[in-house]
């Protein structure tokens, strides 16, 4: 390679994309590359018969930050799409998140105090002043019909472990609402890019140099040769050859269905299977983030599993040893003066897609 570049940027997911797009700005040349055979690492979408399959699970854009709102909408339009899942627990449908619609539902409640008094009557018999875990804290905000319908089994599969085993906080990101709102999020901005995220990712890194299908590790003295410096989004136990060992990642594995002649196979986006018995979490039907009008029809089983190293790593688990770990990857990491690290698994962090963008604003206007 004879050519230099200030940048080298390892992965063409959302925080490589948006980092090149600002180094760019900057004045800086850049050369991205990814070790898959296409850009926008887990936001990618892929065209199937029209439709835009999100190829490494579901993305629902939602932020409250007016600038990271106006950064991602003027590359693309997005449409009103508002997450609104339902669950299915053994044949019955159920609105989430937890709302009037819930407890009208499950109980035959129709006003808050109604709903009220019958959380604070299930409560009681459990006496949880002081929840200690998923069971305890779900318990105490909406009560044991709910818990054992709505959360009790998909939790299970989800995690892979009892909901007694599990932390507090994590049902704590579900709103809890006492008006007939089926929005799963409390954010102000919400919608899904109008022609999938591949589209967005596309227009972001448009006049940069890229290549596909390129592992940074088999050709890294010849990239390194050539940039000034790296900003690197791969795993950071990797990159450091895992000299401490691996850090463990929550996986899913997808079965995708193109269903030819079918128009509308559920009629909403995301339908959880709450029960412990399925063997899947949830179906996503992907044209219905995008009000698709096609013929057919693409849906995706959602299978969590636990990981092994070599699985996709999606989720990074937070627990003490794993936190542990990775502080111990970080200082060799802050130790490096060429290369700066950031994203989902450069940072060993759960990121949202609005925070992976902040992350990247704030990296970049340090450089
Ligand atoms: P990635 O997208 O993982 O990109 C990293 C890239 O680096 C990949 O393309 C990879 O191939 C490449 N790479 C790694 N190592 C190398 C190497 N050695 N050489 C070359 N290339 C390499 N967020 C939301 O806001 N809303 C949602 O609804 C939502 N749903 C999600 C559902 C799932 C199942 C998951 C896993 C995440 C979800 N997220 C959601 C989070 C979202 O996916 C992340 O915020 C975002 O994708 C992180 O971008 P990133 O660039 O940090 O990482
Ligand atoms: N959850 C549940 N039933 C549902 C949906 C979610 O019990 O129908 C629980 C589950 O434990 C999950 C948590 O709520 O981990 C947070 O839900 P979210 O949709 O944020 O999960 P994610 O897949 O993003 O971790």
Redo the contacts with the bound molecule.
């Keep these: 390679m004879d050519k230099k570049y200030d940048f080298l940027i390892v992965g063409t997911g959302l925080f490589g994309a948006v980092s090149a797009y600002l180094l760019k700005k900057k004045g800086y040349s850049i050369l991205l590359i990814d070790k898959r055979d296409h850009i926008g690492g887990n936001i990618y979408t892929e065209n199937v018969n029209g439709i835009n399959v999100h190829k490494y699970g579901a993305h629902i854009f939602h932020t409250s930050n007016k600038e990271v709102w106006q950064f991602v909408n003027s590359f693309v339009e997005f449409n009103r799409y508002t997450n609104s ?1 339902v ?1 299915n627990y053994k044949g019955r449908l159920y609105n ?1 998140p937890f709302n009037m619609n819930t407890f009208y539902q499950m109980w035959g409640v129709k006003t808050p105090e109604e709903a009220k008094a019958k959380i604070e009557e299930q409560k009681r018999e459990y006496h949880l002043e002081n929840p200690k875990n998923l069971e305890e804290q779900a318990i105490s905000l909406i009560g044991k019909d709910i818990y054992e319908a ?2 009790k089994g ?2 299970q599969k ?2 892979g472990r009892k909901c007694t085993e599990l932390p507090a906080f ?2 704590k ?2 709103p809890v609402r006492f008006t007939f709102d089926n929005n799963y999020f409390n954010d102000k901005y919400q919608g899904i890019p109008e022609g999938g995220y591949t589209a967005l990712v596309e227009k972001m890194i448009e006049g940069c140099e890229v290549r596909l299908g390129i592992d940074y590790f088999d050709q890294k003295e010849e990239l390194d040769a050539c940039v000034g410096k790296v900003i690197y989004t791969g795993e950071i136990d990797r990159y450091f050859d895992y000299r401490y060992g691996h850090l463990q990642y929550r996986t899913v594995s997808f079965e995708t269905e193109l269903l030819e002649g079918v128009e509308n196979y559920q009629g909403n986006a995301v339908v ?1 299977y ?1 029960d412990a018995e399925t063997p899947y979490t949830r179906i996503i039907e992907h044209k219905h983030f995008e009000y698709g009008t096609q013929p057919d029809t693409v849906i995706s089983k959602e299978y969590s599993k636990e990981w092994q190293p070599g699985d996709e790593p999606y ?1 990074p688990v937070n627990d003490d040893k794993n936190s542990e770990l990775y502080a111990k990857y970080k200082a060799l990491a802050d130790a490096q003066t060429k290369v700066i690290f950031g994203g989902r698994l450069a940072e060993y962090k759960y990121y949202d897609m609005h925070k992976v963008i902040e992350r990247a604003f704030e990296l970049v206007s340090g450089i």
């Design positions: 899942p669950a989430l709505l959360i998909y939790t989800q995690w994590i049902i990101r579900l959880n709450t989720y």
